[in-house]
T-cell receptor, first 115, second 113 residues
Framework: NAGVTQTPKFQVLKTGQSMTLQCAQD?????MYWYRQDPGMGLRLIYY???????DKGEVPNGYNVSRLNKREFSLRLESAAPSQTSVYFC??????????????FGSGTRLTVV | QKEVEQNSGPLSVPEGAIASLNCTYS??????FFWYRQYSGKSPELIMS????GDKEDGRFTAQLNKASQYVSLLIRDSQPSDSATYLC?????????????FGRGTSLIVHP
């Protein structure tokens, strides 16, 4: 029972480099989400995908792009990394229509440092 | 005013005591409420959900919801050192609003032996 799998777990980038964070879930959930978590700031939503084929901006989308590859996979891309994007990134999934009842399942996180 | 507010703590309680964690929210239309536990360096884990006024019990955990006063609380009975973590409150507006929850910044709980 893998749940939500994120890769990589750790990454160090130089300013201006690009990378893609991968996320896959095996719970047949409709909705997937990307959050970042910074000290003192809590969890902030970057992008989400309510269902396969749709994506929407969250609270802090600037500097990021996403792709909902299929129902299982939702990737987050940093095109030109900046030190302000140093953070811990979490992917999550849920059933959309029942998200108000069952809540989220989170992946284990990616700790990203941009130097 | 933040939409979901929690005291950042740390809240320190002795082993065996009741830990009480509180959360207030600003949107009266909110309908679903969640508590997540996050150990240091780990991801949040859903531990309780509640959507009706009153109490909901699950083992040592009790969630309490008061929509009139716009607060939700989490009680942990017989607190153990393994309960030491940050507890995140999340609130959904539900039908008619966004299904995306708003998270509080979390309360750090320390249970000392």
């Amino acid at each position: 029972n893998a749940g939500v799998t994120q890769t990589p777990k750790f990454q160090v980038l130089k300013t201006g480099q690009s990378m893609t964070l991968q996320c896959a879930q095996d719970m047949n959930h409709n909705s997937m989400y990307w959050y970042r978590q910074d000290p003192g700031m809590g969890l902030r939503l970057i992008y989400y995908s309510a269902s396969e084929g749709t994506t929407d901006k969250g609270e802090v989308p600037n500097g990021y792009n996403v792709s909902r590859l299929n129902k299982r996979e939702f990737s987050l891309r940093l095109e030109s990394a900046a030190p302000s994007q140093t953070s811990v990134y979490f992917c999550a999934s849920s059933e959309y229509r029942t998200a108000t009842i069952y809540g989220y399942t989170f992946g284990s996180g990616t700790r990203l440092t941009v130097v | 005013q933040k939409e979901v507010e929690q005291n950042s703590g740390p809240l320190s309680v002795p082993e065996g005591a009741i830990a009480s964690l509180n959360c207030t929210y600003s949107d009266r239309g909110s309908q679903s409420f969640f508590w997540y536990r996050q150990y240091s360096g780990k991801s949040p884990e859903l531990i309780m959900s509640i959507y009706s006024n009153g109490d909901k019990e699950d083992g040592r955990f009790t969630a309490q919801l008061n929509k009139a006063s716009q607060y939700v609380s989490l009680l942990i009975r017989d607190s153990q050192p393994s309960d030491s973590a940050t507890y995140l409150c999340a609130v959904n507006k539900g039908p008619g609003g966004s299904y995306i929850p708003t998270f509080g910044r979390g309360t750090s709980l320390i249970v000392h032996p």
